[in-house]
């Protein structure tokens, strides 16, 4: 369970960082963390 969960908060950040380069120039402040 520990590893899966690990994966999974790896997975989220990456989606999170590719989130945030795609709205960074019309949004910088969509997700404050």
């Known amino acids: 369970q520990k590893v899966e969960k ?3 908060k790896n ?3 990456k ?3 590719k ?3 795609r709205h960074e ?3 910088p ?3 404050p963390f």
């Open 25 to 27: 120039k019309s949004q």
């Open 11 to 13: 997975v989220n950040k």
């Open 15 to 17: 989606v999170v960082t």
């Open 6 to 8: 690990k994966k999974k």
């Open 29 to 31: 402040q969509v997700m």
């Open 19 to 21: 989130a945030k380069g």
